[in-house]
C-alpha cells in the first residue's frame, strides 16, 4: 500500500545484535501493528498501537519492543532475545474502529 | 494456541473450476475480514463481514458470514490464474479491544491453467 513504507526490505543479524525495523505511515491512522509471518503460520501478532505513546503486548511480544512517539512512526527493535528471528515482518496501520489495515511491502530478516 | 482456524491449507485448483475456504472461530467475532497475499506481496484487503449471516459478493467472489458469528467462507468460481495468492480471515474476537485482529494461517491456492 502506498501510505507504509517499511525499510529496509532485507535486513541481516549478527548473533547478540539487536536491529530496528522501521515503519512510517503518511494515512493518518491512529492504530499501528506489528506482525510476524512464518510459512505455514498466517500472521502473528507481535506489538500493536492505538494512540501515540501507547501500545499493547501482541501474541508473540517476547524478545521484541516498540515504541509510538510519532503517530506516523512505529519502529520495531528485534532484541537478541529473540532466539528465532528468521521470519517476515509486516507493518500495517488502521483507521478508527473496525477499518481494514493497510500493510507495508514487508521486511525479511535472515541470521548471518 | 490459534483460535481462527482456515481449511484447507492448500488448494490445487484447474483454471475454471470453483473452490472454497472455510475460516472457523473458537469465539464469537464481532467482525470478520479476507485479505489476499500474492507470492512475494502483502496483505491486501478484500472485504468485511459485520452482520450474522451476511453475504457479500466481488465478481467471481462470495463471501458469507455464518449465523452464529463463528465461522465464514470465501468462494472462487471459474478460478482463473490471477486467483493464485493466500487468502487469509481475520477475525475480532468479541472479547478483543477494537484495535486487534486474529488471523487465520491462510489458504494457499495454486492454479493450473
Known amino acids: 500500500d502506498g501510505g507504509i513504507t517499511q525499510s529496509p526490505k532485507y535486513l541481516f543479524r549478527k548473533e547478540g545484535q539487536n536491529v530496528t525495523l522501521s515503519c512510517e505511515q503518511n494515512l493518518n491512522h491512529d492504530a499501528m501493528y506489528w506482525y510476524r509471518q512464518d510459512p505455514g503460520q498466517g500472521l502473528r501478532l507481535i506489538y500493536y498501537s492505538q494512540i501515540v505513546n501507547d501500545f499493547q503486548k501482541g501474541d508473540i511480544a517476547e524478545g521484541y519492543s516498540v515504541s509510538r512517539e510519532k503517530k506516523e512512526s512505529f519502529p520495531l527493535t528485534v532484541t537478541s532475545a529473540q532466539k528465532n528471528p528468521t521470519a517476515f515482518y509486516l507493518c500495517a496501520s488502521r483507521d478508527r474502529g473496525d477499518q481494514p489495515q493497510h500493510f507495508g511491502d514487508g521486511t525479511r530478516l535472515s541470521i548471518l | 494456541g490459534q483460535q481462527v482456524m482456515q481449511i484447507p491449507q492448500y488448494q490445487h485448483v484447474q483454471e475454471g473450476e470453483d473452490f472454497t475456504t472455510y475460516c472457523n472461530s473458537s469465539?464469537?467475532?464481532?467482525?470478520i475480514q479476507w485479505y489476499k497475499q500474492r507470492p512475494g506481496g502483502h496483505p491486501v484487503f478484500l472485504i468485511q463481514l459485520v452482520k450474522s449471516g451476511e453475504v457479500k459478493k466481488q465478481k467471481r467472489l462470495t463471501f458469507q458470514f455464518g449465523e452464529a458469528k463463528k465461522n465464514s467462507s470465501l468462494h472462487i468460481t471459474a478460478t482463473q490464474t490471477t486467483d493464485v495468492g493466500t487468502y487469509f480471515c481475520a477475525g475480532r474476537m468479541t472479547t478483543d479491544s477494537w484495535g486487534k485482529l486474529q488471523f487465520g494461517a491462510g489458504t494457499q491456492v495454486v492454479v493450473t491453467p
Open positions: 469465539t464469537t467475532l464481532s467482525n
